[in-house]
């Protein structure tokens, strides 16, 4: 829908996921299709027709496109929802649900069950370098996974995204090669004693790191959105704050420079799987921990709605969303359409030119279009995944005629209230109805006229239209009867309507009549109009 709409390029972050338990399908809360995620095998990017999703922290792909590519044969069987596949002397087998494949009849558990997404099987990263023993590494910080389509001698581990809790114990930290530790804030805590002032927690290679801060650390934190900042106390220092650290070897922190970066904006949309589109087409995913504040007190993330102005913190080297401050409460009363949008826009619209409407408000309302004076009441369908954002579309019509028409969204709450906006840009559309049918006439020869061998038919038809001519004779000798063609011709009109053919069998005997017969005819041979008829004589 949204070819030429940032928006709906950034927006279309889908959550969806599709379980299947024997015959039935229910929907996995936890799968999130993840279009962001490219995958490259031998270094070339794959493209899928169904995405690679996220299901409980692992980064699951459809099975097909990536075994394919990697030489192996898939597959399917639709009465046991079972995928089978096969490279070399390897044999795999995968159920739909199960948590265990079968690789060369040896059961081998999976982190997430293999998922049937709009009907294409997905499967963990890690079940790749299980099945086929290839190499894959997944770069969180890219959100790219490579996939090395020749086996690894000793193929090693995938890296998989991060599962949905931190370490649950504080590792200490380990006595340094360099002093230099850089990573991520997951904590800070205030502990006053001889010359301690704190701790700090900080994830560093997946692990969590707990250092000590005491008075003569050095501390400063800068916003890299405009590089503001400055010394600061340790109390400034925030989860999801990215640091870059001096420690000496008994884990004590000479100097700390945090960095996060500050963005505002009104928000369009939050999916279900934690996204947050802004106006502007920016596009950020909130972390699990992230804290959001309205009017001074925290609320749960899911309480970001589509209209609100907000204030976010962001980690600068993931751009996660850590905390975030809603500023303005919407939809207000009287301001339930945020904002309206009409592609395509900046030229005349022709026939078969689709019109797509979105619009951003209320959510659980009941939302519809008008074109100008043209088209009323166009339904809007609210999307499950964008709450509050609700989409239509017009297909023009052949004698659709307007000029600078609006484009208005009527959005009925869930309260009762109504709401309208109108789009920005204003609609042209020129689309001419159809020529009228013209039954074919023949201009020449006239009716009774006497004609020669060879002799030439012309007529007017539709232009373009496609005739038939047939020139059918019938006379009498002594006491017999003569009844034959002439031949029958399939002509084209030009673009005047004109046409013609031209007739050069003679029949048996002359003084016979010749009935000539012009009717316009389908691309199938049948006829749509009536047939035009002169009758003449050949002498």
């Known amino acids: 829908m949204l070819s030429g709409y940032l928006i709906r390029l950034s927006a279309l972050l889908l959550v969806f996921g599709l379980l299947m338990t024997g015959a039935a399908a229910v929907r996995a809360q936890t799968v999130a299709p993840a279009p962001y995620v490219r995958v490259f095998i031998d270094g070339q990017l794959v493209s899928f027709d169904v995405p690679p999703a996220i299901a409980a922290g692992r980064v699951l792909v459809p099975l097909r496109g990536v075994f394919n590519r990697l030489g192996a044969v898939v597959t399917w069987d639709p009465i046991t929802q079972t995928v089978l596949a096969a490279r070399g002397d390897t044999n795999i087998s995968l159920r739909i649900g199960d948590t265990e494949a079968h690789i060369n009849g040896q059961p081998t558990p999976m982190d997430v069950p293999a998922l049937l997404v709009d009907g294409r099987t997905m499967v963990p990263l890690r079940f790749i370098s299980q099945a086929l023993g290839s190499q894959v590494s997944w770069d969180a910080t890219s ?10 001698s000793s193929p090693s581990t995938p890296v998989l995204p991060p599962s949905q809790t931190y370490p649950p114990t504080v590792a200490q930290p380990p006595v340094p090669a360099s002093n230099a530790i850089s990573g991520t804030v997951v904590g800070v805590k205030a502990e006053a004693s001889a010359g301690q002032i704190g701790q700090i927690q900080v994830l560093v290679d997946k692990a969590v790191q707990s250092y000590k801060v005491v008075t003569t650390t050095v501390i400063s934190r800068v916003n890299v959105a405009d590089n503001t900042g400055g010394s600061e106390a340790l109390s400034a220092i925030l989860p999801g704050d990215r640091v870059e650290m001096t420690v000496d070897r008994d884990g004590t922190v000479q100097s700390i420079r945090a960095s996060y970066r500050g963005v505002s904006g009104r928000i369009i949309a939050v999916t279900d799987a934690g996204v947050v589109v802004l106006e502007n087409g920016d596009t950020f ?3 699990r921990s992230a804290r959001v504040l309205r009017d001074g007190k925290v609320v749960e993330a899911g309480a970001l709605r589509p209209g609100e102005v907000v204030q976010l913190r962001l980690n600068p080297e993931t751009n996660e969303i850590w905390a975030a401050v809603i500023r303005q409460e919407a939809p207000a009363r009287g301001a339930g359409l945020a904002s309206v949008t009409v592609t395509p826009s900046g030229r005349e619209l022709r026939a078969g030119d689709v019109v797509e409407v979105a619009a951003t408000g209320a959510p659980g ?8 004076g043209l088209r009323t009441g166009v ?6 995944t964008e709450r509050g954002t609700y989409y239509g579309s017009y297909t023009v019509q052949p004698g659709d005629v307007v000029r600078d028409a609006d484009v208005t969204v009527r959005l009925v709450a869930s309260n009762g209230e109504v709401f309208t906006a109108t789009a920005p840009t204003r609609l042209q559309i020129r689309a001419a109805a159809p020529p009228p049918a013209v039954d074919p006439t023949i201009t020449s020869p006239a009716e009774g006229a006497t004609i020669g061998i060879p002799f030439r038919v012309t007529g007017r038809a539709r232009p373009g239209a496609r005739v038939k001519v047939t020139a059918d004779y019938n006379g009498s000798v002594l006491l017999f009867q003569l009844n034959g063609t002439l031949g029958t011709q399939v002509v084209t009109a030009d673009q005047s309507g004109n046409w013609s053919a031209t007739f050069s069998e003679s029949p048996p005997v002359n003084s016979v009549n010749v009935v000539i017969a012009a009717v316009e005819v389908g691309v ?13 004589t050949i002498r």
């Open 143 to 152: 959100t790219t996974v490579q996939i090395a389509g020749t086996p690894a």
């Open 285 to 287: 995913r909130l972390n």
């Open 365 to 372: 309302g009941q939302a519809t279009f008008s074109i100008g």
């Open 379 to 384: 339904p809007m369908v609210e999307s499950t």
């Open 524 to 536: 199938d041979g049948q006829a749509v109009t009536p047939a035009a008829k002169v009758t003449t």
